[in-house]
């Protein structure tokens, strides 16, 4: 089974620059999520979709970051404009659906704002 | 904020069983306790998860108290590609989301 892909892997823009991440989440899993590690960090969580809908936004700076999930398989998360705090590791994960399930992550993006 | 505590770092002889501890006095009893690990410049891999009974897979086995107050992950022969960030997670079944603290750096030695 194909993980969760995610890219680019890295990305490197000044500060006030825009820029958007992709997410293609485990054939037929439901939930999608996008976490921000900060180095030396855990991961933390900016949002959560069930299906193509929003269930938890509420760690999303949303003045600067939004998200979309088109038709409830692929994700988008952009950054407009960044700053140098979001210097960042980017990673999404998915599972089946909301519940006690494991969740499976990408790989992450790598964001340095310079 | 995370709800477990975990040592910042643990050393381990290749070959050797490596037992990870996780405090968790506040768990509640629909809370679930969740291992994942984070080697370097990868996404977080998860390894197994538990509620109140031990549990056993092809990764590691977990050992939770009887007052589910603290938990135990054991790898039971630990390869040098073990090395990595353990994390100890407590998360309900519906609704809650995985809050990550900082874990435990564990570093298996030849």
């Known amino acids: 089974e194909a993980g969760v892909a995610q890219s680019p892997r890295y990305k490197i823009i000044e500060k006030r620059q825009s820029v958007a991440f992709w997410c293609n989440p485990i054939?037929?899993?439901?939930?999608l999520y996008w976490y921000q590690q900060i180095l030396g960090q855990g991961p933390k969580l900016l949002i959560q979709?069930?299906?193509?809908?929003?269930?938890?936004d509420s760690q999303l700076p949303k003045d600067r970051f939004s998200a979309e999930r088109l038709k409830g398989v692929d994700s988008t998360l952009k950054i407009q404009p960044a700053k140098l705090e979001d210097s960042a590791v980017y990673l999404c994960?998915?599972?089946?659906?909301?519940?006690?399930?494991?969740?499976?992550f990408g790989p992450g993006t790598r964001l340095t704002v310079t | 904020d995370a709800k477990t505590t975990q040592p910042t770092s643990m050393d381990c002889a290749e070959g050797r069983a490596a037992n990870l501890p996780c405090n968790h006095s506040?768990?509640?009893?629909?809370?679930?306790v969740y291992w994942y690990r984070q080697i370097h410049s990868q996404g977080p891999q998860y390894i197994i998860h538990?509620?109140?009974n031990n549990e056993t897979n092809e990764m590691a086995s977990l050992i939770i108290t009887e007052d589910r107050k603290s938990s135990t992950l054991i790898l039971p022969h630990a390869t040098l590609r073990d090395t990595a960030v353990y994390y100890c997670?407590?998360?309900?079944?519906?609704?809650?989301?995985?809050?990550f603290g900082p874990g435990t750096r564990l570093s298996v030695l030849p």
């Open positions: 997670i407590v998360r309900g079944n519906y609704g809650q989301n995985f809050v």
């Open positions: 994960a998915s599972s089946p659906k909301t519940g006690p399930y494991e969740q499976y």
């Open positions: 506040t768990i509640s009893g629909n809370e679930y």
């Open positions: 538990g509620l109140k």
């Open positions: 979709f069930q299906n193509n809908g929003v269930v938890d």
């Open positions: 054939s037929g899993h439901a939930t």
